[in-house]
Every structure is written in structure tokens, then in C-alpha cells.
């Protein structure tokens, strides 16, 4: 039936018409309305507006055959009976054939079906829940294992099923209650309901906002599991799914009237985002705690104005008042009087539970620590001890087992695991109770044990960290801390000082330089010497001593040219900066010897044979001293010094021969070549140590 104006219209009060001339202010229209068989209240323009035109269209189809009639490969899934009916859609069993085992397929409800499905308010909620849940990895959210569509074209979501009871039903019938739960059903509730605050919380940072919480749509699995359903009004926080109406442009009623904030029911844009589901999560506790809804009324109309208005609640005595002020708070009408998220609106309710609870986990926390001790050879406290925790239970001890076989990194692990499990429980057993002693005992033992730990193994970071959460630290903490940090301050200059002597030596370093002037050098002196010997072959040139000076000095030339352009790179290691030294001296040399035999007015020709000698003995004793590598690269010289001396007049040719060979070799020899990890031959390695691939 759509329109809330039209339900009962007899029954009109003051709250109502207040709440309809809001409505026509804003101009608000309640017969866009549509009112579900569970009372639920659903947005017809609102979903319709954020439709995908695409979104059915782009799903799978999937063969569903009714359990029993299709064992055929191709079917998807065999439905089987009714589990669930809500009011935007049905729930059924069903076996997934492909993977052989059961799972639940929600649909719109058959009324929903038919000429328009795929403009449905039913047929888009369920494709928002499933873009919803698809998205929320969480404990408390039911997995989604696929989304496709029937032959009707009508969307079929696969989730995983979840066998237990609706949350409503554990409320209206304690009998129901697990056995452990009977006792304490209070406590029961309380813990169910943060549950379904972590799963809120949770979407909440995946900026999704549910906007019908209610115990309906909650379930308890068969094993305390808890789970949020029926996420088909939720909407986007800012940055949130853009497929999602966003939260931020609601203007029309979506959810439950027994438990609406004032803000769903105003229409006004931009008021819908977290404290919303607090209120939600509020009026749930009330639901708790009185076993009523928050709002009432004769008609649909009277609830949601006493949503609307939605005053303070007086609670019974008997009611703790500690929660009956989180019940208020939370479902304050203005909402910056609520909880500022729901962290905030659980940790009261823990806060509540806090000396149950502290000791609970303390008693849990203290068979982690002495886990802890056990791994790490630590003594057994004194029966007087505060933390002397009974034998562990045969169900704890099989499940820790026996740690005096961990060795190496399985032992470490199972040092952090059980180190991070006693802190942490002792903490969180702090924070709901912080007279909690014995707790604070338990926190102290556990850093201290850790902090000697972390000392041994060497490790001053987490030493540093563990020793900033001592609350009362021993005066020695700070003595050991500075010994271990000169410690590692004398270790880490040693081995700087050893890498970088390893370094200095290594003749990787800068290969491409030094296979690009050993190129150089062959190419152009080969050549050179080639024309040379055609000049003087044609008669063009009379070669003379000052033209051997004139080579020599452009050899000496060149070096220092390239020794400047390649600064970094040949001043970067030992190894360089001797390979340069060296081809300087012989240059020099060289210089000098072509100068004395010029003096000497020796032959030109002899002076170029005496110069491969002088070469040749270089590249030998570079080889012989340095690296071995370019040894052989002498023969070149060797054997163009025997020919040039033995047959002067192929003197030139002998000279290219030997630069081309000796050249070319140790271009070969000192060639770049790609290796493991961070060093490729770059000298910018030194440099830039952070550097994960350097380039030369």
C-alpha cells in the first residue's frame, strides 16, 4: 500500500500533523512511499534514480532447477525450501552444483516479479546489497559467492548459508538462548550487539552506511557467529560506491519506523551519515533493554512522528542507568549530542561490562604470558604471585602445544604471537578496567620479559619501543639502551668501513667508463695510425718525431678530457681511481720517452715500435696488478712492437693492429654486464645507497 498519509487517516494527533506540515515545507511528497508487509518503508524514487540500466543485463545468467531435477553439470544451483521471507525479498536454500555445497539464494519476492522486475524497488535493493556485501570482507558480514540473474531476468544472489536464528527471535523468546547464555542473557545481548558494532564500523570505514538496523537483521549462527544481513538501503558515505544513492542527497524515507532516526524522517539533505546507524545501534539496545521498540504508534504514521520527535527515554530501575545514559545518547534527536562513531558507542557498552569483561581477558591474557615464558626459558612465579595462572587447560595446551622444540624463526614467531596476545589482552583488559591490577602486573612482566629479549637479540628499535610503554621502568633500562645503541653505532661503523673496502676493490664498479675509454682509445688511435700509414704510403706526409710527440700528446690530451668528463665515475672506487693514475703515468711516460728519442734523433718509425713495447708492458703490469682481465690484451702490443721492429715498413699497420686488438680486448673484458640485486656497474650505487636500480 503505498502513501503513509493514507494509512488509518482517522487517527490524526498533534505529533502527526507536525510531522506532515514539515513534510510540505520541504516539499516532500509521502506518497512516494512505499510500505513493505514487515513495516518496512522503502524509497521508490530514490532507488529508481541510482538504477543501472546495464546491471541486470551484465550479470551471468544462472541455471536454477528446482532440488532433485537437474544433476546435469550445467545447472548452477538446485533450489531447495523456503528459509527466510522479508519484505523486500525471499531467501532459499539451494545446493551450488559446481562446488557441491549448500548456500542460501535471496531474490525479490514474487509479487516484485513480472513486466517491470528490472525497475523494482525490490529488484534494485538486492542489487545494492550485493554490491554492498560484495565489497565488506568482514566476519560479521555474510560472504556473497556470486551475483547473476534468473531466466526471468530477475537477480539471484548467492550467499553463503548461515544456519542459526534471527537475533529477534533470541529476544522475544529467552528459551531460545544457548545454554551458556541463560544465565547472563544481558551479557549475551550486550556482546552480540558490539559484534554488530564492529560490522557497522567496519562499513563505516568503507564508507557504507546500512540505515536499517534492527535485530531482524541480525543473525545468530549455530556457533555464536554474528551477522548483519539485509544491507538493501545502504547508501554511499562521501567517497564512498558511486552505484550507491549517496548519503549525502537522501531526500526520501528509507528503513524501519520502530527504529528511524529523527533525520531519516525529516527528508532533509545532508543529514544522513554515521550518527545515523548510532541512532539505529541505540534504539536497538532499547529494544534490549525494555523488550519495545523505541517508537510506537496506532499507525505508520504515528511511529515514524514519534521518530520524528523522538524525545528521551525514561528508563525503569531496574534497568542499570549507566545504560539507559548510552541508550539516550546514542539516540539523541539532535545528532551532535550522539556518540561521535561507533567506536565510541561500543567502548561505552564495554565500558559497562568492564569488570567482567577485564577479568575475562586477564585470566586468557595470563595463559599467553606464560606461553611467553615458556618460550623464553623465563622462571614460573610464585604461588603468591599475582599472576600465578593455573595449569592450562588440556584444550589450550593442545592448541599452544609444546614450544621447547621452536627453534629459529618459528621460535621468534611464536614469541611475537604470544608476546602481542598477553599485551594485548592485558591492555584491552585496562582500558574496561583500569583498577585492574593484577592485569597491570601482567602488561609490566610481559614488556620486561620482551624488552631483555629484544636486548639479546640485538634489536634497538623494538628494545626502544617496548621500553616507551613501561609504565614504572628500571633505572638500568636507559644505561642499556645507550650500551646497545654504541654497540650497534661501533658494529655499523665497521662494517661501513669493511663494505666500502670490498667496494673500493671491486672492478665492477664503473665498467662502462672504462669500456668506453679503452674504445675510445682503440678506434681513434687505429685509426689514426691507419691514415697515417696511407699519408705516407702516397707521399702526402713524411712522417717525423713531431709527429709522434704530437700522437703522444693527444693520447695525454684525451686521457685528461675524459678523466674530467667522467669525474665521478673514475674517482668513485680505488680500483678507478688507480686504473686512471696508472694511464696517466704512462702517459707521461710516453710523453718522455718519444721527447728523449726525438733529442736522440731517433728514427720515427723505431720511436712508434718502442712505444707498443711501452704499451705492452703497461696493459701486462695493469693486468698483473689490478685485473687479471686484460692480461692478454699486451699480446696486441707485443706483437705489433715484433713487427714493427722486424719489417719497419708495415710499422703503421702494426701500430693499428696492436691498438685495435688491445683496445677491443679490454672493451671485451671491462663490457657492462646486468647482475643480481641492486648493482648493475653503476658507481651511483655508492651514492645513492636507497637506490634499487641504478643505471650507469
Known amino acids: 500500500m503505498n502513501g503513509v498519509a493514507d494509512q488509518s487517516p482517522e487517527i490524526v494527533t498533534a505529533d ?43 550479470l551471468r545468467p544462472l541455471l536454477v532447477v528446482p532440488a532433485g531435477q537437474g544433476d546435469d553439470a550445467a545447472v548452477d544451483l538446485a533450489l531447495g525450501e523456503l528459509i527466510g521471507e522479508g519484505g523486500m525479498g525471499v531467501v532459499r536454500a539451494a545446493a551450488q552444483v559446481a562446488l557441491g555445497r549448500e548456500v542460501a539464494v535471496k531474490s525479490v519476492r514474487p509479487s516484485d516479479a513480472g513486466t517491470r522486475s528490472r525497475e523494482s524497488e525490490a529488484t534494485l535493493a538486492l542489487l545494492r546489497e550485493a554490491w554492498v556485501t560484495g565489497q565488506l570482507e568482514h566476519p560479521s558480514v555474510v560472504p556473497v559467492h556470486t551475483l547473476g540473474r534468473a531466466d526471468d531476468g530477475a537477480p539471484l544472489l548467492v550467499m553463503k548459508r548461515i ?69 538493501g538501503l545502504a547508501v554511499a558515505l562521501p567517497g564512498g560506491d558511486p552505484r550507491l544513492p549517496a548519503s549525502t542527497e ?59 520527535r523522538s524525545p528521551a527515554f525514561g528508563y525503569d530501575v531496574a534497568i542499570p542507568e549507566e545504560l539507559g545514559a548510552i541508550c539516550n545518547r546514542a539516540t539523541a534527536a539532535d545528532p551532535s549530542r550522539r556518540f561521535e562513531d561507533v567506536a565510541s558507542f561500543r ?38 604471585d599475582p599472576l600465578a595462572a593455573p595449569t592450562l587447560d588440556a584444550v589450550t595446551a593442545d592448541a599452544a602445544g609444546d614450544p621447547s622444540h621452536l627453534e629459529g624463526d618459528e ?29 597491570r602486573t601482567g602488561r609490566e612482566r610481559a614488556l620486561g620479559w620482551m624488552f631483555e629479549h629484544e636486548l639479546e637479540r640485538g634489536d634497538l628499535h623494538a628494545a626502544q619501543m617496548i621500553a616507551a610503554e613501561l609504565e614504572a621502568p628500571d633505572p638500568s633500562v636507559r644505561t642499556r639502551l645507550d650500551a646497545l645503541r654504541e654497540r650497534l653505532r661501533a658494529e655499523q661503523e665497521l662494517a661501513r668501513a669493511r663494505e666500502r673496502a670490498v667496494r673500493d676493490m671491486d672492478q665492477r ?23 697515417a700509414g696511407v699519408a705516407v704510403r702516397t707521399g702526402w706526409l713524411h712522417w717525423e718525431n713531431r709527429w709522434n710527440f704530437a700522437v703522444g700528446a693527444s693520447f695525454a690530451v684525451l686521457l685528461e678530457w675524459f678523466r674530467r668528463w667522467a669525474k665521478d665515475t673514475l674517482t668513485a672506487t680505488d680500483f678507478n681511481r688507480r686504473v686512471v693514475r696508472a694511464l696517466g703515468h704512462v702517459a707521461a711516460l710516453n710523453l718522455g720517452m718519444i721527447g728523449a728519442l726525438w733529442i736522440a734523433d731517433a728514427d720515427p718509425l723505431a720511436v712508434i715500435a718502442w712505444q707498443m713495447l711501452l704499451f705492452a708492458g703497461f696493459t701486462s703490469t695493469l693486468g698483473a696488478s689490478l685485473d687479471p682481465r686484460i692480461m692478454p690484451a699486451s699480446v696486441g702490443y707485443f706483437v705489433a712492437f715484433a713487427i714493427a721492429t722486424i719489417w719497419p715498413r708495415w710499422t703503421f699497420e702494426a701500430t693499428a693492429f696492436g691498438h685495435l686488438v ?15 640485486g641492486r648493482y648493475d656497474g653503476d658507481t651511483r650505487a655508492l651514492r645513492e645507497p636507497s637506490a634499487d636500480s641504478p643505471e650507469g
Open 411 to 439: 621460535r621468534l614467531a611464536a614469541i611475537a604471537s604470544a608476546f602481542s596476545a598477553a599485551r594485548f589482552g592485558f591492555q584491552l583488559a585496562l582500558e574496561s578496567w583500569p583498577g585492574n591490577e593484577v592485569a
Open 250 to 308: 537522501i531526500r526520501s524515507i528509507a528503513g524501519t519506523p520502530h527504529f528511524m532516526a529523527p533525520e531519516m524522517v525529516a527528508v532533509t539533505t545532508g543529514q544522513i551519515d554515521e550518527r545515523t546507524d548510532i541512532y539505529l545501534l541505540g534504539a536497538i539496545l532499547h529494544l534490549v533493554l525494555t523488550g519495545e521498540p523505541r517508537h510506537h504508534g496506532r499507525t505508520p504514521m504515528e511511529i515514524l512522528a514519534a521518530a520524528w
Open 347 to 384: 567502548a561505552a557498552i564495554a565500558a559497562f561490562l568492564q569488570h567482567r569483561h577485564s577479568l575475562e581477558v586477564t585470566r586468557k591474557a595470563r595463559r599467553h604470558l606464560e606461553r611467553l615464558g615458556q618460550l623464553l626459558a623465563r622462571d614460573t612465579p610464585d604461588a603468591d
Open 163 to 231: 544456519v542459526g536464528r534471527a537475533w529477534s527471535e533470541l529476544l522475544a523468546n529467552p528459551g531460545l538462548l544457548p545454554d551458556e547464555a541463560r544465565a547472563d542473557p544481558l551479557r549475551f545481548h550486550l556482546e552480540v550487539l558490539m559484534a554488530v558494532c564492529n560490522a557497522v564500523a567496519f562499513a563505516h570505514s568503507r564508507r557504507v552506511l546500512h540505515r536499517d538496523l534492527k535485530p531482524d537483521n541480525v543473525m545468530i549462527g549455530a556457533f555464536g557467529e554474528v551477522y548483519v544481513l539485509d544491507w
Open 662 to 676: 688491445a683496445g677491443g680486448w679490454t672493451t671485451w673484458a671491462w663490457r657492462p654486464e646486468r647482475l643480481k
Open 16 to 58: 502527526t500533523i507536525a510531522l506532515q506540515t514539515h513534510w510540505q515545507t520541504i516539499g516532500f511528497d509521502p506518497a512516494e512511499l512505499t510500505i513493505r508487509t514487515d513495516g518496512t518503508l522503502m524509497p521508490t524514487r530514490e532507488l529508481l534514480r541510482t538504477h543501472d540500466e546495464h546491471a541486470l543485463g551484465n
Open 509 to 531: 664498479y664503473g665498467t662502462r667508463t672504462r669500456a668506453f675509454l679503452s674504445l675510445i682509445i682503440a678506434v681513434v688511435f687505429g685509426l689514426q695510425a691507419i691514415g
